[in-house]
């Protein structure tokens, strides 16, 4: 059971827009930044979004990310086939010194 | 560019000790800014974040395996490593190494290493 709730699935046309969202409280989202990883099959992750909305440099502005009260949502527009791939979203938590947590992840499926 | 690989045993028996360093290269551990840390992905599951240590040594551990885990830092060999005692086959995942930014005002894993398949299993 991860301490951040996203949905276990997403799916998409090409072109179509779609949202992932990511459930916390207080100790995390609601306290500090959130961040997003794409994970492609077989792959490590990697960095799409920090700091809430801020995109790495080299991420297409296709993706973004946004934050209000406890919940976080990452929006991808124009949606690609390459797009297909696990999210996750991630934080940290000041509750029981827990440190830094992830979310379960949504597994994106381009149809 | 800097890069990370992580090396270790990829088969532990249960109640022994995993052993697993991560090797930086193309910069130096010890430039600070940035701290090393350790997360895993059990298969088929999501990332669990183990802890870090920057290059002082100073570290800081996920409470849920807090009991078990050891991470040090050898910055002559530009190194870090991830010790985890008493295993089970909960821990078989693949672990990554990772490079974690922290200012002020915001953090992120940067740079990840491919990651390192652990299976326990007698």
């Known amino acids: 059971q991860s301490v951040l709730t996203q949905p276990p699935s997403a799916s998409g046309t090409p072109g179509q827009r779609v949202t992932i969202s990511c459930s916390g409280s207080s100790s995390n989202i609601g306290s500090n930044t959130v961040n997003w990883y794409q994970q492609l099959p077989g792959t490590a992750p990697k960095l799409l979004i920090y700091?809430?909305?801020q995109r790495p440099s080299g991420v297409p502005d296709r993706f973004s990310g946004s934050k209000s009260g406890t919940s976080a949502s990452l929006a991808i527009s124009g949606l690609q086939s390459e797009d297909e791939a696990d999210y996750y979203c991630?934080?940290?938590?000041?509750?029981?010194?827990?440190?830094?947590?992830f979310g379960g992840g949504t597994k994106l499926t381009v149809l | 560019q800097v890069q990370l690989q992580e090396s270790g045993p990829g088969l532990v028996k249960p109640s022994q000790t995993l052993s697993l360093t991560c090797t930086v290269s193309?910069?130096?551990?010890?430039?600070?800014?940035?701290?090393w840390s350790w997360i895993r992905q059990h298969p088929g599951k999501g990332l669990e974040w183990i802890g870090y240590?920057?290059?002082?040594?100073?570290?800081y551990y996920n409470p849920s395996l807090k009991s078990r885990v050891t991470i040090s830092v050898d910055t002559s060999k530009n190194q870090f490593s991830l010790k985890l005692s008493s295993v089970t086959a909960a821990d078989t995942a693949v672990y990554y190494c990772a490079r974690w930014v922290v200012t002020a005002t915001y953090w992120y894993f940067d740079l990840w290493g491919r990651g390192t398949l652990v299976t326990v299993s007698s």
């Open positions: 991630a934080a940290w938590d000041d509750s029981l010194n827990r440190g830094v947590v």
């Open positions: 193309g910069g130096s551990i010890s430039s600070g800014g940035y701290y």
């Open positions: 240590i920057y290059y002082s040594g100073s570290t």
């Open positions: 700091s809430n909305n």
